[in-house]
């Protein structure tokens, strides 16, 4: 199987760069890739405690409250494109085709959407290897992308100790 299209899904983990590098490994020169950071945030705000009885005061704390909520969305979204031009620069450098997509969301499902829309030959994603209780409540992106995915997955372990230990001049993951 020939690999053209590689969508990369990165997170602020130390295992980041790991997971770039897979992926830039799977692309000859004039392949392209896609990198995908999802934001785990929610698009409305919690509100309940803040509610009463329905009077214009509620109205008005709701859409305060909804206000800044988008501020921050967009606020993070805006870092995040940042952070991922460096991702964006390196795979440039060595001859790829680049796009990025920052999108707030469930992880997994965003994943598989754009892997979808854009017709991604393979996701490329890492694992944090979390088991037992923590995988059942935190959930497991790449557990649910493996299962869901209209491609093939490579799943990153990743070896935690180097990638924190990694040289400073390399590709910082956590800013």
């Not at 017709?119 to 299962?147: C, F, K, P, W």
């Not at 995915?149 to 800013?175: E, F, K, M």
Request: proline share 4%; glycine share 8%; aromatic share 4%.
């Amino acid at each position: 199987m020939t690999v053209q299209k590689v969508l990369v899904a990165l997170d602020r983990s130390p295992q980041a760069a790991i997971v770039f590098e897979q992926a830039l490994s799977q692309l000859q020169p004039g392949g392209h890739l896609m990198i995908l950071h999802s934001l785990r945030m929610e698009l409305e705000p919690h509100m309940s405690p803040f509610l009463g009885i329905g009077t214009l005061a509620d109205v008005d704390t709701y859409g305060m409250m909804k206000r800044i909520q988008q501020e921050k969305i967009q606020q993070e979204l805006a870092r995040s494109q940042e952070w991922l031009s460096e991702y964006e620069q390196r795979a440039i450098a060595q001859g790829i085709i680049v796009e990025t997509d920052c999108r707030v969301g469930i992880p997994g499902n965003c994943i598989c959407d754009l892997a979808r829309s854009w017709s991604a030959d393979m996701i490329v994603l890492g694992r944090r290897g979390h088991q037992g209780l923590t995988e059942v409540v935190l959930g497991s992106v790449s557990n649910y992308v493996l299962h869901h995915a209209p491609c093939s997955v490579l799943i990153v372990q990743g070896d935690i100790a180097a990638a924190t230990s990694a040289n400073p001049t390399d590709l910082q993951a956590v800013h």
